[in-house]
């Protein structure tokens, strides 16, 4: 587990110690108002080898089922629904979604059912938030869990096998309005909101697209930290063309904040190649680390041209009890902080306190977020 957790410390350092590259719009940004819509219903699943489940709302389930059907049962008589199983239908509806293209759904039992193993879904349907019908959803499932259960109550389940999934199986009946080819503008908005990223956006559409503020003509304009509004043909099929062209612009968004993040629980650790370390000096148990800096003078060869300029020499020294030392080039960065301990061995807890610590005494300059 600690090497592990290292490994990950290291690749995103050695990854993210460079500038910001570019990246495509279409990438880091994406259409207000285009997006998927949330589906859920309440079904049926009929056809099981006796795993299903016998509850009062499964059979209140089934009696309407059948009622619908025009079978009328004795209410005195309770019917026998192993075979049976009331399930919870989701999917996600893709925004420009037509009637009559399919979509997948997932299917959860909501009661006892032991497995969904070798059921069907009967006609379920699907609703939007607004209650309305958008897709209806029948088929066979697929459920790569299974349980067996011994006769003095023994039981193994592999995976989940009360939750099963059927490719393409709800049909769209219903599309979503969108509001993509209204107005004269649309907007794009960052998945990762920053003002730096949203005036380089705005910047790099204008200048592709030949517009500046300079000529009092622009396309695109930075609302907020996560919205730049885009000039937009009216015409949709014109519009398509535009944002095809748009989406796959690169520009340079800016970097991340710096951050750690902790996740307490695995013992992961992520740290963000903006975060710096200020000189200090650490004992945790009996580890000591310490963290110096020199002021050194550099002054050019009387013949060459150039000036005097003051240098710092950084050096990081990690003290054990056993005495066991280590001494870095100059540069105090976490990289060598984390290699450090590392090196005599200390486990993820331990990095986590220290950089908790140098957080508290101010000499780790970055955000600490803790998971």
Known sequence: MRSLVVLIIALCLSGLSGAASAQRIKDVASIQGVRSNQL??????????????????????????????????????????????????????????????TIDVTVSSVGEAKSLQGGSLLQTFLRGVNGEVYAVAQG????????????????????????GRIPNGAMVERAVPSGFANGDSLTLNLH??????????ADTINERLGASPESGYVIATPIDAASVRVTAPRDAGQRVGFLATLENFEFTPADAP??????????????????????????????TVTISENQQVAQPNAFADGETAVTTQSIVDVD????????????????????????????????????????QAGALRGELIII
């Open 320 to 359: 054990l009890a056993d005495s066991r030392m280590f001494k870095f080039e100059p540069g105090v960065t976490l990289d060598q902080l984390v290699r450090a301990v590392n090196e005599v061995g200390a486990a993820p807890g331990d990095l986590m306190a220290i950089l908790e610590a140098l957080r």
């Open 40 to 101: 859920i219903g309440y079904g049926l699943v009929v056809g099981l080898p006796g795993t299903g489940e016998q509850n009062p709302f499964t059979e209140q389930s089934f009696r309407t089922m059948l009622a619908n059907f025009g079978i009328r049962m004795d209410p005195n008589i309770r019917p026998n629904v192993r075979n049976v199983a009331a399930v919870a239908v989701h999917a996600e509806l893709p925004a420009f979604s037509k009637p009559g293209q």
């Open 258 to 287: 710096a951050r750690v993040v902790i996740n307490s629980r695995t013992g992961t650790i992520v740290i963000g190649s903006e975060v710096r370390l200020l000189p200090a000096a650490i004992t945790h148990g009996g580890l």
């Open 140 to 163: 066979s499932l697929v459920v790569s869990g299974f349980g067996a259960e011994g006769g003095d109550g023994s039981r193994i389940v592999v995976n989940t096998p009360t939750v």
């Open 192 to 201: 990762y909101p920053d003002f730096t990223t949203a005036k380089s956006l």
